[in-house]
């Protein structure tokens, strides 16, 4: 059989070509899907788990009302599991700004509270019972050290959702929350406020400790 300069048989009169026609030396084809495969095995072996572009790891953003005011907010995201009387309880913060913003002073957070350890990737009610469903609170109050001098609200999730979209192997979870709200506001005794949260986070694991060292009544 007649051997075409330029060109390789493959046992079946048909020479090799690269992908625009144009016929490749003997070894050319082979060393060209050699390449292909070795770039998409490279593309494979990226490490996962790695913050990614526009990735929350650590961090959260949403949006909280509380009565007409309205604002975006973004900051810290964290998780734990405590030990209670009724066994273990899980807990995720949503700290404003940076997580040791908020103390005994000032704070500005929203909270969820689940009876059970960590959840797995599903949606969970919030609603006013602890047990059955996830507590959810709305908390921003300035001057919490003086009774006389505090001014913010504290509101408990009365109706939404907590979706964990994720559970990584680094102990990360991902997830979303909406839920409407309602409570009082600190420096106007009796006066009730409505309000709602809604956002996205990647929390990260901290020890029940580090919530502690917050100083906060957060029940841990």
Known sequence: MQRVAGTEED??????????????????????????????????????GCASEGSLLGEFEGRTAIGAQT????GEAVYTVVETDRGPEFVIGLFVGDL??????????VLFRRTGDRPGVGAYVVDEDPISAVAATIARVDEADDPLDSFGAVLAGTDGTL???????????AGSYR????????????????????GTFEARYER?????????DLGL
């Not at 020479?15 to 770039?39: E, K, Q």
């Not at 604002?71 to 973004?74: G, L, M, P, Q, Y």
């Not at 990584?168 to 979870?173: E, L, T």
């Open 163 to 173: 979706a964990i979209t994720r559970v990584d192997g680094y102990g990360n979870v």
């Open 11 to 48: 046992g079946r009169g048909h020479t090799a070509r690269d992908p625009v026609g144009y016929s490749l030396p003997p070894g050319a084809a082979f060393l060209a899907m050699t390449r292909r495969l070795l770039a998409l095995l490279l593309a494979l072996l990226v490490t996962p």
């Open 100 to 109: 040791f913003e908020s103390d005994v002073d000032a704070y500005d957070y």
């Open 179 to 198: 839920f409407s709200a309602e409570g009082l506001r600190v420096d106007v005794p009796g006066d009730r406020v409505t309000g709602s949260a809604s």
């Open 71 to 74: 604002r975006d907010v973004e």
């Open 208 to 216: 029940p400790e580090t919530f502690r060292r917050l100083g906060l």
